[in-house]
């Protein structure tokens, strides 16, 4: 359910119309849709009403704070993986209390900066980084909440790009070795034992990678508790896939019932760390077309959004569905919608069949909303983009397109080389 919808052949946000914000921000841009991130939310949230849990959003996914607000004035909390993404939480006004901080390369300032915030809890990814969180604790006299992310080893059938479960994954301690962990956690004088958690993967389409990964997590937390470790907080991770094309992944209601359903007696508080669910189709990015070539055959539509905006079609192979801004009756043709970088890989769509488009022409890229702009560069330095945010028949700039000053600050010539 989006709020993208065509009013007399013309592309809607909301009550917003698509050509006349690209008339007043130029292209490309990112444009999200307010309703539809409020609702992805609210959907996700209530289907785990009947149990305690937080809803904390993947910051990766789409890290605009004023995104980030949506959630933050909803009750959720974020889930991060770096320093710069706890500093846009924090902007974003996000409560301590509901953090957690995933990641397998965290290094000692990010993790003193989110000891001093008193976020909830580091999962924590390996053994020395148990060491270390300890240790850097101790010195600043702070008691650390901690869970161990677990590698359950089961296999979500995604991009193989995107799988993180697996033991051939870097991610996680593999769930054998994790109960030597705990209990060498659990001599560690500065940290407190909150929790377990996993993540399997994203753009997962099935149910069952999710509920094989919790009955190997409930297993342990048992196992746990029955060492006298009390587990508080069952933290799943994030991963529910959605639709791009084809995909027919279970709806957020049909993934809580489920694991509901598989977590009975468990007495602890879910976190669940959602980004693409919620923020993937609540975007498009919004380019236009500049020309249109053929070679021996192959037709190209050159528009003015690249790879350094909208990174998925090269580095995964992504789908994402092309549509005109303006609808007609028109002839169809099979081409690839290629950006102006200097890479046969910078496309945005490949031999898709599509209605023909002429130059000047708008073209919306459908289910942007997550690791889009999170994903975006400078490359070929090209400033970045823009992102809008409509929210019923109003709209707002919520990042500036960067200038060409943007592209250099920070740069210095050395003296040396003055002329
Ligand atoms: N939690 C952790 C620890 C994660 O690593 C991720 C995503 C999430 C939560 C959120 O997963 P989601 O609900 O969005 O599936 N750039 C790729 C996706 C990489 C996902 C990385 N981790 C893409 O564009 O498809």
Redesign the pocket.
């Known amino acids: 359910m989006n709020y993208f919808n065509y009013q007399d052949d013309k592309l809607f946000c909301e009550e917003v119309s698509v050509p006349k914000i690209a008339r007043e921000v130029g292209t490309p841009f990112y444009l999200y849709s307010h309703r539809t991130l409020l609702h992805h939310f609210r959907v996700f949230d209530t289907a785990f009403a009947e149990v305690p849990h937080i809803v904390c959003f993947?910051v990766?996914?789409n890290s605009n704070t004023a995104i980030l607000r949506i959630f933050v004035r909803e009750g959720g909390g974020v889930?991060l993986?770096s320093g710069g993404e706890l500093y846009r939480a924090l902007k974003a006004g996000a409560d301590p209390g509901k953090i957690v901080y995933?990641?397998v390369g965290k290094r000692e300032d990010e993790i003193d900066f989110a000891l001093k915030i008193g976020i909830l809890m580091f999962?924590v990814e390996s053994d020395q980084e148990l060491e270390t969180i300890n240790a850097r604790a101790e010195i600043l006299g702070i008691r650390a909440g901690i869970g161990l992310?677990v590698n359950p080893d089961v296999d979500p059938e995604t991009?193989p790009?995107?799988s993180?479960g697996l033991k051939k994954n870097k991610?996680g301690i593999n769930i054998e070795a994790s109960l030597m962990a705990y209990r060498r956690a659990a001599t560690l004088k500065n940290l407190d034992i909150k929790g377990v958690s996993c993540?399997i993967?994203?753009?997962?389409t099935k149910l069952s990678p999710f509920i094989d990964a919790l009955g190997r997590l409930k297993e342990l937390l048992l196992r746990l508790r029955g060492e006298g470790i009390a587990i508080r907080y069952l933290d799943l991770?994030?991963?529910?896939?959605i639709t791009y094309n084809q995909e027919t992944p279970p709806r957020p209601s049909e993934y809580a019932r489920a694991i509901i359903d598989a977590s009975r007696n468990m007495a602890c508080t879910f976190i669940f760390?959602?980004?693409?669910?919620i923020a993937g189709n609540a975007g498009i990015l919004v380019t236009r077309v500049l020309y249109t070539k053929g070679n021996e055959g192959k037709r190209f539509v050159v528009v003015d959004a690249g790879m350094n905006d909208l990174l998925?079609p090269s580095?995964?192979g992504?789908f994402h569905r092309i549509q005109p801004v303006i609808r007609q009756e028109r002839e169809e043709m099979i081409a690839d919608v290629v950006g102006p970088i200097c890479e046969s890989a910078d496309f945005l769509a490949r031999g898709r069949k599509m209605s023909v488009f002429e130059p000047g022409e708008l073209m919306a890229v459908m289910s942007a909303g997550?690791?889009g702009f999170s994903?975006s560069s400078n490359y070929n330095s090209r400033p970045r983009i823009p992102e809008i945010m409509v929210r019923d028949d109003r709209w707002y700039v919520i990042r500036k397109r960067e200038s060409c000053e943007d592209l250099i600050r920070g740069e210095e010539i050395p003296e040396f080389m003055n002329i």
């Open positions: 993947a990766k996914a889930d993986v995933s990641g999962n992310r991009h790009h995107i993180t991610f993540h993967g994203s753009q997962v991770g994030g991963g529910l896939g760390e959602p980004g693409r669910v998925r580095l995964y992504s997550a690791y994903m």
